[in-house]
């Protein structure tokens, strides 16, 4: 029903909630979320604990340049200008690509992550 309801556009105030249930990042069920929202946050920082701290290692090298050369790219740039931002984008671009090693970072997953980041940042701003 929502996803039916959210063809025409979503209204900013709830964008953010909405399009974290319908890409499955959180639950429909309202007392599951914060169970859910926790367990995926505790997960992402042990990704930046395990996956992160490689980047400095020789294999990682090419993946980290080529992230360094996408991010100045991206839009909106009042964003992407700042120090925190890019490095947030830097950490999730760099765990993705070596999470994905079929894959692994190929231009354009950087614009992938923009939109999803507007709209959840939105919810804090």
Request: a positive charge.
């Amino acid at each position: 029903e929502l996803r039916k309801l959210s063809w025409s556009g979503i209204p900013k105030p709830v964008r953010p909630m909405t399009w974290k249930l319908l890409s499955g990042y959180l639950p429909a069920n309202v007392d599951r979320r914060p169970a859910t929202l926790q367990r995926k946050q505790k997960e992402y920082f042990a990704f930046i604990e395990h996956y992160y701290d490689s980047r400095n290692d020789e294999v990682h090298q090419d993946t980290y340049r080529q992230i360094h050369i996408d991010i100045p790219r991206m839009s909106p740039e009042a964003l992407i200008l700042q120090p925190k931002v890019t490095e947030i984008f830097e950490r999730i671009l760099f765990i993705w690509a070596i999470r994905h090693p079929a894959s692994g970072y190929v231009q354009g997953i950087n614009d992938l992550v923009t939109p999803f980041f507007v709209v959840f940042i939105c919810e804090y701003i």
